[in-house]
């Protein structure tokens, strides 16, 4: 969560995961003033959350586990 998923890490996760958001993107909007309103920022704070939950849910891990 704390930085960018590398491809090298984990090979399948940008087939799995189209939209990816980490706390150090995060960190770098708010620094720069990306954020324009606070629903943006709890959007990209809820992106982080439904892509952990999505790449590792049951059908998603039942597919690595061979």
Do not use: R
Request: proline share 6%.
């Amino acid at each position: 969560f704390l930085s960018c998923v590398k491809n090298s890490d984990v090979p399948d996760y940008y087939d799995i995961i189209k939209h990816p958001m980490d706390l150090g993107t995060v960190l770098k909007k708010v620094k720069s003033g990306a954020y324009k309103t606070k629903a943006a920022f709890t959007e990209d704070l809820k992106l982080i959350w439904a892509n952990c939950l999505v790449y590792n849910s049951p059908i998603v891990c039942q597919k690595k586990i061979p």
